[in-house]
């Protein structure tokens, strides 16, 4: 019986995901509505067993989850959609992994699903994938040793992106994200505030802007901080389509004709960036964090977002699997698999990871 379920195979990042289960040696199975389609995915990917589910069915993925001890969910946005992965879970009880980025919906997980995933005795794992598994890290080794740090962490990221990281985008640019402000949560949103980020070399000192990035929901997790801000690095464009277009945005998507609008537009990109973009595109994240103990810098950067998405799903769902596992509740990335895990998975990954501290 297979250890591991991969729901929303035949996706962008679904499909990713399998070759790098199938080529870590991973005992999985992938569902989907589509047999067909998930058929043709199991050839190429050592013939895992095929098993049909859709969402907003959760008695039939329930059904799938037989016999499996992980679900990784790829099926977004996940604010719309994601539910039914994490409904079947909890009944099946089986640990969850998502790769989302929605800050939103983690925040709905960690407070209506918590207790629920604790009494069952599993982990539920929202963003397992890039960027939050990047992010988590370099949070947790820049506060490493600091009582009531405090935070920021800015993202510089490649532009080209799947038309389901497209979809969850235009609900995270819109939504309500939290910061942490003398310990307390905080409401922020796109654009708030503006800074100047001493992103390391070769990109050097960036503009950025305030965002509401999935981190600041999760870091606050496990990590003691007396104040944490998440940002964005821009360029001008972007910088005066989040000041300008942002309102647009919140009114042509207030009613189902403008979301309906955005939806269809959505819908004729193209399903995802090639192998030549994927590859190209080079990111970095740095988390700087200072107390009355001193100061830490940590940045992390790479290439190939969709990429490391599958590879940290399939290295998470693998570290769930083994015996001894014992993390139950909603858990960061870094809370379920360890820092010291990921260090290793970096390393693999051509992923650098440069500390700057004070001495």
Same mark, same amino acid.
């Given at each position: ?124 794992? =929202?963003? &397992?994938?890039?960027?939050?598994? +990047?992010?988590? /890290?370099? @949070?947790?080794?820049?506060? $490493? %040793?600091?009582? #009531? ?47 100047? =980020?001493? &992103?390391?070399?070769?990109?050097? +000192?960036?503009? /950025?802007? @305030?965002?509401?990035?999935? $981190? %600041?929901?999760? #870091? ?140």
């Amino acid at each position: 019986m297979p250890d591991i379920l991969l729901f929303g195979a035949t996706g962008y990042t679904g499909r990713l995901t399998a070759h790098a289960l199938a080529r870590r040696g991973a005992d999985f199975a992938i569902a989907g509505r589509s047999r067909e389609r998930l058929e043709a995915l199991a050839a190429e990917t050592g013939n895992p067993d095929v098993r049909i589910a859709a969402v907003g069915d959760v008695d039939a993925l329930v059904a799938a989850l037989r016999d499996v001890k992980v679900m990784i969910t790829c099926v977004g946005p996940f604010g719309e959609l994601g539910w039914t992965a994490v409904d079947a879970a909890l009944r099946a009880r089986v640990h969850y992994i998502d790769s989302t980025g929605e800050g939103t919906f983690i925040r709905q997980m960690i407070d209506t699903r918590m207790e629920a995933a604790r009494n069952a005795g599993i982990a539920m794992v =929202s963003a &397992m994938g890039f960027d939050e598994v +990047p992010a988590d /890290a370099a @949070a947790t080794i820049a506060t $490493e %040793g600091m009582k #009531a740090a405090d935070l920021v962490l800015t993202y510089a990221m490649p532009t080209a992106g799947s038309r389901g990281t497209v979809r969850s985008a235009v609900g995270i640019i819109g939504s309500e994200g939290a910061w942490v402000a003398d310990g307390e949560r905080i409401p922020i949103r796109a654009g708030q505030e503006q800074r100047w =980020s001493p &992103m390391p070399p070769p990109l050097g +000192p960036k503009p /950025a802007v @305030a965002f509401p990035l999935a $981190e %600041g929901q999760l #870091a606050p997790l496990h990590l003691n901080l007396h104040s944490l801000k998440t940002f964005l690095t821009t360029d001008p464009m972007t910088k005066q389509l989040i000041r300008f277009g942002l309102p647009v945005l919140k009114l042509v998507t207030g009613n189902a004709a403008g979301r309906g609008a955005v939806k269809a537009v959505v819908d004729r990109l193209p399903e995802g960036p090639n192998d030549r973009q994927r590859h190209k595109g080079r990111w970095t994240i740095l988390a700087e964090a200072s107390s009355p103990d001193g100061w830490r810098n940590v940045a992390l950067s790479g290439r190939d977002v969709y990429g490391l998405t599958a590879e940290f799903l399939s290295a998470g769902a693998l570290a769930l699997t083994e015996p001894g596992f014992d993390v139950t509740g909603v858990v960061s990335p870094v809370q379920a698999v360890g820092i010291e895990r990921w260090r290793k998975e970096f390393v693999d990954l051509d992923v650098v990871v440069d500390t700057y501290e004070q001495r």
